[in-house]
Nanobody
Framework: QVQLVESGGGLVQPGGSLRLSCTAS????????MQWYRQAPQKEREWVAS???????TYRDSVKGRFTMSRDKYLNIVYLQMDNLKPEDTAVYYC?????????WGQGTQVTVSS
């Protein structure tokens, strides 16, 4: 059974940084289209960033220049480096792996940006 596990969330002050990690059993991320999503309280889940299997990345406008998505193909980990965090980045962040008809989600990790 495929399980994605996110980690690295926490409480950080505005302007601070966090690095989220996504690991998985039973799949190799290198074969998947990987994404990060987030969901703030009482809001819809929204797309944050994507990485193709050839590691072409795209970002939502509000995080461009602040967030960086990357992969470690040897460790089979996907990262989301988040710098210059803002209160509006507060949300549960989810990792998503997609390949043809396969679509897997993690349980999420909470990121709270507050002074």
């Amino acid at each position: 059974q495929v399980q994605l596990v996110e980690s690295g969330g926490g409480l950080v002050q505005p302007g601070g940084s966090l690095r989220l990690s996504c690991t998985a059993s039973a799949i190799v991320f290198g074969n998947y289209f990987m994404q990060w999503y987030r969901q703030a309280p009482q809001k819809e889940r929204e797309w944050v960033a994507s990485s193709t299997s050839s590691e072409i990345t795209t970002y939502r406008d509000s995080v461009k220049g602040r967030f960086t998505m990357s992969r470690d193909k040897y460790l089979n980990i996907v990262y989301l480096q988040m710098d210059n965090l803002k209160p509006e980045d507060t949300a549960v962040y989810y990792c998503n792996a997609v390949r043809t008809a396969r679509n897997y989600w993690g349980q999420g990790t909470q990121v709270t940006v507050s002074s």
